[in-house]
């Protein structure tokens, strides 16, 4: 009797993994939606309230967001033209070689790549000393404990699961479209604007939504490239936990950037339902 005909099997490998979620995902959950409603004297907003009130806290949120952004942006641009080669590119070595070239940053601390950005970011870092003797600056540029070093080092970690994305999408493409629209009159670019690039948009839409996502609560990265007017929403919980102390109020800022996820995630899942091509998300 093979597995698939054992009575209640498929139930069972259903429950272990919801069960899994609950206790190890859910309670803690929990917990942290029930300290950020409570303080010494029992039930309270004021966690909430104490956040959109100090500018500082409402600026942080907004840095977290125009972070994300920038870095899903610079990943779609890095990110597409390298998927696409790999999807075109009909040499084994050649795929092989940029597929390492992907991964193997994937495959590295995060903690390790993170300072190896520091020297090369730093004021006589490799990255200075290449604009200068490009002649593109005059002086070192400060590319270190601001809004610029954290996108740098965010955007090397996600670009593979934008790259992966995007790859497999681009190769269940058929081809033969692209070659049917050049075979009737239109020019390669053409033919790739109006035929190639809108059956890849579901993997520019998932590839997109998951960097954006999962850069919403980097910590390690903004707090050492980082800086004070970069400061990001998951380094302040930490500061608040960790170094303050006050759990109530960082549960309350980590249920709000759980709010923020669940809702942009949600207006991505209404935008990729009107999509023509939703079915290949889903």
């Not at 959109?52 to 806290?57: D, H, L, N, S, W």
């Not at 999807?87 to 300072?115: D, G, H, M």
């Not at 991505?268 to 999509?275: D, P, Q």
């Amino acid at each position: 009797m093979g597995f698939a005909k054992v009575p209640g099997l498929k139930w069972l490998l259903l429950v272990i993994p919801v069960l899994f979620v609950l206790v190890f995902m859910g309670y803690p959950l929990l917990g942290v939606l029930k300290l950020s409603v409570t303080d010494q004297n029992g039930f309270t907003l004021n966690n909430f309230i104490r956040i959109f009130q100090e500018p500082i806290y409402f600026q942080v949120i907004v840095n977290t967001l125009k972070v994300s952004f920038i870095v899903t942006v610079c990943a779609l641009i890095l990110g597409y033209p390298v998927a696409y080669l790999l999807t075109k590119t009909q040499s084994n070595q050649l795929k092989i070689w940029i597929t390492a070239a992907v991964l193997l940053p994937y495959w590295t601390s995060v903690l390790v790549r993170t300072y190896a950005w520091t020297f090369m970011l730093q004021s006589n870092g490799i990255v200075n000393k290449l604009l200068m003797a490009l002649g593109l600056v005059g002086e070192p540029v400060k590319l270190l404990h601001n809004m610029l070093g954290t996108t740098i080092g965010i955007t090397h970690v996600l670009l593979p699961y934008m790259v992966l994305n995007l790859y497999a999408v681009m190769q269940g493409i058929d081809r033969n479209l692209v070659r049917a629209a050049e075979g009737m009159g239109s020019r390669p670019a053409k033919a790739f604007w109006t035929v190639f690039f809108p059956l890849s948009l579901p993997g520019v839409i998932s590839g997109s939504l998951l960097v954006f996502v999962l850069s919403l609560g980097f910590l390690i990265i903004p707090a050492i490239l980082g800086g004070p007017s970069s400061l990001m929403i998951s380094t302040l919980i930490e500061t608040q936990v960790n170094q303050l102390l006050n759990w109530n109020f960082g549960s309350a800022i980590a249920v709000v950037l759980l709010i923020i996820t669940l809702l942009l995630t949600g207006i991505s899942y209404l935008i990729v339902g009107k999509y023509p091509g939703a079915k290949e998300l889903k």
